[in-house]
Structures are given as structure tokens and as C-alpha cells.
């Protein structure tokens, strides 16, 4: 073994004064780099937070976006949906005096036997079947509720009468009809009730 061996392989062995300086020099410049290392890491941690916390806001507002976006699609087809329905309604409302007005030429014609009346029946009636016809297409119903339960929902009493012979609160005479589109009231029938 040489001399240099036994010097550094004795522990007791003193360390020379430089050495021991740039130990020191050497442990602080480690302490320094794992304290800057702890708060760079602390800073991460930090921004990764902010930036999972923002994902989870911008995640609840495309989710918050979608379903709205789904509610407006929802509402903008039941819009289409009723414009088709019921896009007739004004149509059909002004409609509706010419059918009262064919029915009560029917009825003033009576049942003449003059042939000229008889004819001019027959054609209002025809004129008429044609009219009823066409709206029953459009998914126009009639109402004529005679023998029925008052309905407030699609009748309008004109009159109260007494009628031992019929229901209370039963329809007993339909002054004129009334008209259903697509099961939505169009014009409720004007009709008289028995007293009850």
C-alpha cells in the first residue's frame, strides 16, 4: 500500500481546509437546488389545480351549452310541428260562416216540392257535403253535441231550459256548431242546456 492509499484510507484522516469549503459550497448549492426544485414543484401544483379547476368550468359549460342547444332544437320542432298542425286555424275560422250559412239555406229551403227549391237543395247540399269534406282533410272535426254533457271546454250555453224529459245540464239543442282542429277548439258550440 502507498503512502496515498494509507492518507485516504484513514478515516481520522483531517480534511484540508479548501476541501472543506467546497463541501460547504457543494451542500448549499444542493439546498438551493432542491429548495428552487420544491417551489417550482409547488408552483406546478399550483397552475395544475387552475388548470383542472378551469377544465371543470369550461367541461360544465359545454355541458350547460349542449343541453340548451338540445332544448332549442326540441322547442324549434314543436314550433314546425304545431305551425303545420295549426297553421290552417285562421283559414278554417273564416271558413266556418260559410258552412253556418250553406246549413241555414238548407234549413230555409225545408222540404219543399217545388222542383226549383228542391233543386237549389240539392246543390247547396252537395256544396256543403264538398266544404265538409275539404276540412275534414285538414283534420276538422264537428262538434254537435247534442244528448251530451255540457262541456264548458267546447260548449257555450246560450240558454237554460227546463226539459224533464232530458238530463241535467245535458245539451238539449245545438244553435250552431262548433269545430275541433287537430283535437284543439277552434270555435265551441253555442248551444242550450236542460235545467238541472
Given at each position: 500500500m502507498s503512502v496515498d492509499e494509507k492518507h485516504t484510507a484513514q478515516p481520522d484522516a483531517e480534511p484540508k481546509p479548501g476541501q472543506e469549503q467546497?463541501?460547504?459550497a457543494e451542500q448549499a448549492s444542493v439546498d438551493q437546488v432542491e429548495k428552487e426544485v420544491a417551489e417550482d414543484l409547488e408552483a406546478a401544483e399550483e397552475v395544475a389545480e387552475k388548470v383542472a379547476d378551469e377544465i371543470?368550468?369550461?367541461?360544465?359549460?359545454?355541458?350547460?351549452?349542449?343541453?340548451?342547444?338540445q332544448n332549442l332544437q326540441?322547442?324549434?320542432?314543436?314550433e314546425i310541428e304545431k305551425a303545420h298542425k295549426f297553421g290552417t286555424e285562421k283559414l278554417i275560422?273564416?271558413?266556418l260562416p260559410v258552412v253556418?250559412?250553406?246549413?241555414?239555406?238548407?234549413?230555409?229551403?225545408?222540404?219543399?216540392?217545388?222542383?226549383?227549391?228542391k233543386a237549389l237543395?240539392?246543390?247547396?247540399?252537395?256544396?256543403l257535403?264538398?266544404?265538409?269534406?275539404?276540412?275534414?282533410?285538414?283534420?276538422?272535426e264537428v262538434i254537435d253535441?247534442?244528448?251530451?254533457?255540457?262541456?264548458?271546454?267546447?260548449?257555450?250555453?246560450?240558454?237554460?231550459?227546463?226539459?224533464?224529459?232530458?238530463?241535467?245540464?245535458?245539451?238539449?239543442?245545438?244553435?250552431?256548431?262548433?269545430?275541433?282542429?287537430?283535437?284543439?277548439?277552434v270555435r265551441p258550440a253555442m248551444v242550450i242546456v236542460a235545467q238541472g
Open positions: 467546497e463541501a460547504g371543470g368550468r369550461l367541461k360544465e359549460q359545454l355541458l350547460r351549452a349542449h343541453a340548451e342547444m326540441r322547442r324549434t320542432a314543436n275560422k273564416e271558413l253556418d250559412s250553406l246549413e241555414k239555406a238548407i234549413e230555409a229551403c225545408g222540404d219543399a216540392e217545388d222542383p226549383k227549391v237543395r240539392e246543390g247547396v247540399e252537395m256544396t257535403t264538398l266544404m265538409l269534406n275539404t276540412l275534414k282533410k285538414f283534420n276538422v253535441p247534442v244528448g251530451e254533457p255540457f262541456n264548458p271546454q267546447r260548449h257555450e250555453a246560450m240558454s237554460m231550459v227546463p226539459k224533464p224529459d232530458a238530463e241535467p245540464n245535458s245539451v238539449v239543442a245545438v244553435l250552431q256548431k262548433g269545430y275541433l282542429l287537430n283535437d284543439r277548439l
